[in-house]
């Protein structure tokens, strides 16, 4: 059974920072591209961050030289480290596990508001 689990959401002030965490189990991580996706109330879930398997990285624009992903195979889990946070970073934040349809997995997500 694969499980993506989330932890580290919550609430920021704007200029802030917070780090999330997802720890897989069930899948061979090493192989896996891990990604955060967010999803805004009323707006459509966006590619927030990748790290393929190899360590490549790729980020939307709106979060470039904010939000930094990483990886720790030995670990199963992936994180991101968001900083300078705003509040048009408030959204659900999901992690995403993809290797080949059909294997794509996604947890459940985490809240982060960014609110003063």
């Known amino acids: 059974q694969v499980q993506l689990v989330e932890s580290g959401g919550g609430l920021v002030q704007p200029g802030g920072s917070l780090s999330l965490s997802c720890t897989a189990s069930g899948i061979r991580f090493s192989i896996y591209a891990m990604g955060w996706y967010r999803q805004a109330a009323g707006k459509q879930r966006e590619l927030v961050a990748v790290?393929?398997?190899?360590?490549?990285?790729n980020y939307a624009d709106s979060v470039k030289g904010r939000f930094t992903i990483s990886r720790d195979n030995a670990k199963n889990t992936v994180y991101l480290q968001m900083n300078s946070l705003q509040p048009e970073d408030t959204a659900v934040y999901y992690c995403?596990?993809?290797?080949?349809?059909?294997?794509?997995?996604w947890g459940q997500g985490t809240q982060v508001t960014v609110s003063s």
């Open positions: 995403n596990a993809n290797f080949v349809a059909p294997f794509d997995y």
């Open positions: 790290i393929s398997s190899g360590g490549r990285t």
